[in-house]
Nanobody, 123 residues
């Protein structure tokens, strides 16, 4: 599985961005996927994940109500719509994948990672 993240950029506080994660995989519907982020000097943290069985979605409390995760099976792509961005959302955002249809919130559970895309929110 190869993952290609894109869509990051510089945005003012209160603005929006949509991240994409394109997956090179034969059976996109059978892989669990998630988003993580890492700010400078901080550990990687969970942002959101989606299961492929039943469509269970989970979010970190810090992004709940502002971020929306989704997938497009026809395009083998996962998205993260980020609204009402805050300076504390500034980080490199990574997409991750794992074979299976459950959802996972621990980074160590994932087998495949994208290269990361920088999101910078100015105040």
């Amino acid at each position: 599985v190869q993952l290609q993240a894109s869509g990051g950029g510089l945005v003012q506080a209160g603005g929006s961005l949509r991240l994409s994660c394109a997956a090179s995989v034969r059976t996109f519907g059978n892989i669990a996927m998630g988003w993580f982020r890492q700010a400078p000097g901080k550990e990687r943290e969970f942002v959101s994940a989606i299961s492929r069985s039943g469509g269970t979605i989970v979010y970190a409390d810090s992004v709940k109500g502002r971020f929306t995760i989704s997938t497009d099976n026809a395009k083998n792509t996962m998205y993260l719509q980020m609204n009402t961005l805050r300076p504390e959302d500034t980080a490199v955002y990574y997409c991750a994948a794992k074979g299976g249809r459950n959802y996972y919130i621990r980074g160590d559970d994932y087998d495949y990672w994208g290269q990361g895309t920088q999101v910078t929110v100015s105040s």
